[in-house]
């Protein structure tokens, strides 16, 4: 069955990194596009972050272009969220979405941005 597993999230001081981890299983991973999203309590859900089947095409929320990197390897069925420079705004738990007509998403990772 179709399975996404966030990982890398934690602790982090505001102006830091963490590197975000979504492993896939149970599809082929380079037929989709994919993406990450996060919700913060209290709040919607924001996409954050796309990238294409190939990964050839990116796109950003404006509030994290010029800090988050998305990236896939293909042989890994892995797609990846760098995240620098953080603020604590961008705390929230965060998840990875298969692209397509039917949602599939992980049980999310939890990023907390503090000092």
């Known amino acids: 069955q179709v399975q996404l597993v966030e990982s890398g999230g934690g602790l982090v001081q505001p102006g830091g990194s963490l590197r975000l981890s979504c492993a896939t299983s149970?599809?082929?991973?380079?037929?989709?596009?994919m993406y990450w999203y996060r919700q913060a309590p209290g709040k919607t859900r924001e996409l954050v972050a796309y990238?294409?089947?190939?990964?050839?095409?990116?796109n950003y929320a404006d509030s994290v272009q010029g800090r988050f990197t998305i990236s896939r390897d293909n042989a890994k069925n892995t797609v990846y969220l760098q995240m620098n420079s953080l603020k604590p705004a961008d705390a929230a738990v965060y998840y990875c979405r298969r692209g397509g007509s039917v949602e599939f998403r992980g049980q999310g990772t939890q990023v907390t941005v503090s000092s």
């Open positions: 149970g599809f082929t991973f380079s037929s989709y596009a």
């Open positions: 990238i294409t089947k190939s990964g050839g095409s990116t």
